[in-house]
Each structure stands twice: as structure tokens, then as C-alpha cells.
């Protein structure tokens, strides 16, 4: 049974356009500011919140006797702020002047935004993101992200989930096994550019090659060492029989875009609508398993382990797997065994910041107008943030990854490490 609910803590700012010539009443009149057009308006600014579940009937009583359920759901949020501006400037009739000295003047005109209201809110266009259905349900603003990356995301996701079913979770001893001679050349090379180092005047090329040895070595030696002594520590007080597991596989990519759109203002100014869009999607996949588990099993030996001995032996493979995901999709394929599937479901998570500003005001028309007075920095900031889940996740596939994490440290460090041991390679 779906049920909507929501939760509305907007406001209205209210205000007016503003609009004055300075000019004569008559050409034996006195020159001064008058409103020449004025009309009143309100602004939703705060935010907005709204959901649409499936409620379970004796849920808790139900999940206590075993029953799983990954129930649809959707979440929105949305926000704007208050902005920024007042003053929208001041422009002057560069044609003939009126009436003939000593009386002659030139017309100007003047914009502002009265109340509480501001120019950043009134421009930015943010209205529509305050749309809402007739159930009270936020109408859901479009991602910036393509459709078909957005699906290889999820994709990606379900990838990763799928191959680690049946695998434990943070340890492979088949492939600790097959890698502890690796492991003691690693640190056989670690110390021998150590002591390369000390022994070198402290040469850059030195230094550079011993600390990339050392990092990897902790990286892809002792690290893995040490999360298997500890998995096996916690196997062996785990219990053996009938065991419930659950996998977990994300996948997620940040992008942003500017739009530039030149827009009119009272028939006199133009302006550049610059829009900034920052967003990122999360995709998360899990999958909900029941197995028997053995002390072999809670230790980090799995079938799933020793079939991906091939992949994980060859030179450089988790280099490629950095970009392609051929690691996850091929232990996503492998027969999971005795694993029994109770169920699965996908989460979208959107997050998305919208950045508007008035910038590059100018004249509509250089020949009759000029810029007296510049507006006033125009500025309005909006956010939304949604989640969907539904039950089910998508078949495994070869994809291209959509975040390589070059800007991140551990990842930067790694590839740094890796291109200083080929230039040793080479010397």
C-alpha cells in the first residue's frame, strides 16, 4: 500500500518592480523622480520535502520472523534561498533632449526591487522547481546527466554488487596464498631503493623511487596482510550453519554544466542568465543472501576466490580495473554456489546544486540608452536532493567506469608510484 507524504516549509517573499523616470513634467517644470511602473509579486523561497513509500502491514513482526521485503520509495527535497540585489541599475536616453535650454533634459530610468524580495530570486527562474503534483509529490527537476549514462551507473552498480556475492568481504586467501612471493620480491625491491636512497647524496630520482616502492609495497603487500590476519581473527569466532549476507556495489559520477542564456530586463538592459549546475548520482545495488557458511568460509576462502586467481595474477590488472570494470564482471558471472538470492533492490541518490547569477549588463540599445549606474550583484542558490529505490538490479556488463578517482589521494598515489617504478624499470 503506497502511501504519499509531505512536508512543505516554504515562504513568500513579496515585493514589486520598481520602475522610475527622472524627467520634466513640463519643459517649465522642475526635473524629478516619479514611478513610471510598479507592479506587485511574491516569491517562494525555503524549502519543500515530499515521499511516497510502500507501508508494510506488521512490519517489524515480520522482519523478526524472517520475511524480506525491499519496498519502492521515493524522496525529494528542494530549496531556494533568499538571494541577493536590490538595485537593478540606471539608464539615460542618450537621444536629443527634451524641451530647449536652458530647460533641456534627458530622460532616465531607474529599476529596483522593493519588499522583502530580491533581484537574484526574481531572475533566477527557480519558480518550477517548486512544482508540485496534485498528491503533494515534488515534480522531479531534470538531471543534467544523459540517460544512458545515467543507466550505465546503474549498471556499474549492479556489477559490483553481483560480484560479491558469494566472496568474503574483506579477504581473498587463495589469492594472499599466490601472492606471498610477489609480496617478499616487493619488499626485497622496497629495501633495496631504500638503501639506493641513503646511498645517493639524496638524488630526486632516488627519493622518488623509494618512496613510490615503499607506498606500494604497504599498498599491495602489507595491507592485504594485515586486513587477512585480521579476517581471519573475526572468522574464527563467527559461527557456522545458516547465515544471512549482505553485498553491496556502488557507482557514482559528479558533473557540472554552465547555461548561458542572454534575457531582457524592462526593454532597456540586457544580461547574461548564467546558470551553474553541480550534480551527483550515486547508484547502489544490494543484494541479500542466505548461505551456509564453514570456518573456511568465514576465513576468506570462497570458490568465487580461487576462480578469480587468474585475473588477479595477471601483471597490472587492477591498473585496468581502474578504468574498466572486466574484474567485477567477470566474478559476477561465476556460479555463486550455494548462495540463496532472498533479495535485491537499487537506490538513486541525486544531488544537485544550482548556482544563478546576472552578469554582463549592457543596454538593449547602444543608440538610444547608455549605463548610467551598473546593478546591483544579482545572485540565488537552489538546491535538490532525491532518492529512489526500487526492488531489483540490472544484469552484470562490461562498462567503462564513470569516475577513474584521479582526484583523490590514495588513487593520485598510487598511479604516481606505479609511473615512478616503470621509469626505474627503464634506467
Known amino acids: ?22 524627467t520634466l513634467p513640463t519643459c517649465l517644470g522642475t526635473p524629478a523622480w516619479s514611478t513610471f511602473y510598479s507592479a506587485s509579486f511574491s516569491k517562494q523561497i525555503g524549502m519543500y520535502k515530499s515521499m511516497v513509500d510502500e507501508v508494510v502491514p506488521k ?34 536616453n542618450k537621444l536629443s533632449p527634451l524641451c530647449t535650454p536652458p530647460t533641456s533634459f534627458k530622460t532616465a530610468w531607474r529599476f529596483k526591487i522593493n519588499g522583502n524580495a530580491t533581484s537574484g530570486r526574481v531572475l533566477s527562474g527557480f519558480d518550477t522547481l517548486f512544482t508540485v503534483w496534485p498528491d503533494g509529490t515534488i515534480v522531479t527537476p531534470t538531471p543534467i546527466l544523459e540517460t544512458g549514462a545515467l543507466r550505465d551507473l546503474v549498471v556499474q552498480a549492479s556489477t559490483a554488487c553481483e560480484a560479491k556475492r558469494g566472496t568474503h568481504p574483506d579477504a581473498n586467501l587463495y589469492e594472499s596464498l599466490a601472492q606471498l612471493r610477489l609480496t617478499a620480491g616487493m619488499m626485497h625491491s622496497a629495501l633495496k631503493n631504500v638503501q639506493k636512497f641513503l646511498g645517493s ?15 606500494l609495497l604497504y599498498r599491495y603487500g602489507l595491507k592485504p596482510l594485515m586486513n587477512d590476519v585480521e579476517a581471519i581473527r573475526k572468522g574464527m569466532l563467527k559461527a557456522v550453519g545458516k547465515v544471512r549476507s549482505t553485498s553491496r556495489g556502488e557507482a557514482s559520477v559528479q558533473t557540472t554544466r554552465t547555461f548561458v542564456t542572454q534575457k531582457g530586463f524592462a526593454a532597456s538592459m540586457n ?3 548564467t546558470l551553474v549546475v553541480t550534480e551527483k548520482i550515486l547508484a547502489r545495488c544490494i543484494s541479500l543472501d542466505e548461505y551456509e557458511a564453514s570456518f573456511g568460509s568465514n576465513i ?10 587468474p585475473w588477479e595474477l595477471l601483471p597490472y590488472s587492477f591498473v585496468v580495473d581502474w578504468f574498466v570494470n572486466i574484474g567485477d564482471f567477470l566474478y559476477a558471472i561465476m ?6 538470492q532472498l533479495g535485491t533492490c537499487t537506490t538513486l541518490r541525486r544531488n544537485t546544486h544550482y548556482a544563478f547569477s546576472a552578469e554582463n549588463w549592457r ?8 549605463m548610467v549606474r551598473v546593478p546591483e550583484r544579482a545572485t540565488c542558490n537552489a538546491y535538490y536532493s532525491g532518492v529512489v529505490r526500487s526492488p531489483g538490479i540490472s544484469a552484470p556488463s562490461v562498462l567503462i567506469k564513470s569516475d577513474f578517482k584521479f582526484d583523490t589521494l590514495i588513487r593520485s598515489a598510487d598511479a604516481a608510484a606505479l609511473v615512478v617504478q616503470k621509469l626505474q624499470l627503464r634506467r
Not at 500500500?1 to 523616470?21: A, H, I, N, V
Not at 556460479?335 to 540463496?340: A, F, V, Y
Open 363 to 370: 543596454v538593449a540599445n547602444s543608440t538610444d540608452h547608455e
Open 1 to 22: 500500500m503506497s502511501r504519499p507524504r509531505k512536508q512543505d516549509y516554504t515562504s513568500q517573499d513579496s515585493g514589486s518592480y520598481l520602475f522610475e523616470t527622472y
Open 335 to 340: 556460479p555463486t554456489g550455494n548462495l540463496n
Open 201 to 215: 647524496n639524496k638524488e630526486l630520482i632516488a627519493r622518488a623511487q623509494a618512496a613510490g616502492s615503499a607506498w
Open 300 to 309: 576468506g576462502f570462497s570458490n568465487k576466490g580461487l576462480a578469480g586467481l
Open 59 to 92: 512490519f517489524h513482526s515480520r522482519i523478526k520472523k524472517g520475511e524480506v521485503f525491499f519496498n519502492p520509495l521515493r524522496s525529494d527535497f528542494v530549496s531556494v534561498d533568499r538571494g541577493e540585489g536590490k538595485d537593478i541599475g540606471e539608464t539615460r
Open 271 to 273: 544580461y547574461d542568465h
